[in-house]
DNA sequence: CGTATGCCCTGCGCGC
DNA sequence: TGCGCGCAGGGCATAC
């Protein structure tokens, strides 16, 4: 669930917490977490490292460390916990970090999808970092027109292309779905399809939807919360996402709901004309 | 190469 | 009440 909205809210958040933190004892409660390095080398060159900021790219945070860059993907259901007693959801604890306050950093993911990469001075660069496409928040119009017109030949949906990391990166499958009906696109389209002004109308709902979004502090439908436990508040400005047979706000119509690519795909029949 | 599908994992909600 | 099933989905491996 977390996309580029609740990855930049946990971001802001986080920062405020740990960054000048020092790690005083790094607790492994799941190998599988890590990539690339051991169980060993991991914790013992984060053991007396300080926090020094965090960055997003994509739907990734890269957290700033003076022992290297910490990658960490949430994927479905990881989230950071900061605590000092009465940690919550102790049975999904993944990683502790133990730092210099008395607090913990924890890495809480039921679903086990998430992972931590530490990519150490000199070392290679971390590979879930490459080959991502523009980050959405930063992209000129003459740009994504010239992205959109590199697609018109393709038989993929739009709604595969705007999720595709490599196309634009930190789009899922809850925001592909808002933006699309922002647009009066309909999911299945093929990019060569779209006119220009259609483009144009996507160019914009894209970075209206997401900073919309990120205002809100993201979407809190099961797990996602922030560090310090507050849920987000997109979720009531959902407009087709998980809201099938429901009435659309704009016209009343039943949103329908198809699957696409396997994932969900909600939308306006129609606003969204085919 | 581009595109499609299955899988990883766990918890929840549904039907019987 | 309890069981089994399908669903949720980001991104990767594999197949065509």
Redesign the pocket.
């Known amino acids: 669930?977390?996309?580029l909205p609740e990855v930049e809210t946990v971001k802001i958040g986080l920062s405020e917490l740990i960054i000048g933190r020092r790690i005083e004892s790094v607790e492994l409660r799941f190998p599988?977490l890590i990539r690339g390095l051991g169980v060993a080398e991991f914790t013992g060159a984060l053991t007396g490292a300080t926090f020094t900021g965090i960055d997003r790219r994509?739907?990734?945070l890269i957290i700033r460390t003076s022992a290297g860059d910490l990658i960490v993907?949430l994927?479905?259901?990881g989230r950071f916990i900061y605590c000092q007693n009465n940690c919550i959801d102790e049975?999904?604890a993944r990683a502790i970090f133990h730092l210099d306050n008395g607090y913990q950093l924890r890495f809480a993911d039921?679903?086990?999808?998430g992972f931590f990469r530490l990519v150490t001075g000199g070392a290679q660069p971390a590979?879930?970092l490459s080959?991502l496409g523009p980050e959405p928040l930063d992209l000129s119009l003459k740009q994504f027109k010239e992205m959109v017109f590199a697609?018109s030949?393709?038989?993929?949906?739009i709604k595969?292309i705007l999720?595709d990391?490599s196309f634009i990166?930190g789009i899922?499958?809850?925001y592909?779905d808002e933006i699309l009906f922002a647009a009066k696109i309909h999911p299945a389209r093929r990019a060569g399809s779209l006119t220009g002004e259609e483009v144009v109308e996507l160019y914009r709902q894209i970075k209206r939807v997401l900073l919309k979004a990120i205002d809100n502090r993201g979407t809190t439908f099961?797990l996602y919360v922030d560090a310090e436990g507050r849920q987000g508040g997109h979720q009531y400005e959902l407009k087709v996402?998980?809201r099938a047979g429901k009435a659309c706000s704009r016209c009343g119509a039943k949103i329908e709901?198809v699957?696409m690519?396997?994932?969900?795909t909600h939308f306006c029949p129609v606003c969204q004309e085919r």
């Open positions: 669930m977390p996309e599988g994509a739907k990734m993907h994927k479905m259901s049975r999904h039921m679903r086990k999808f590979p879930e080959g697609k030949g393709s038989a993929r949906p595969l999720m990391q990166s899922g499958n809850l592909a099961d996402y998980r709901k699957k690519g396997g994932r969900g």
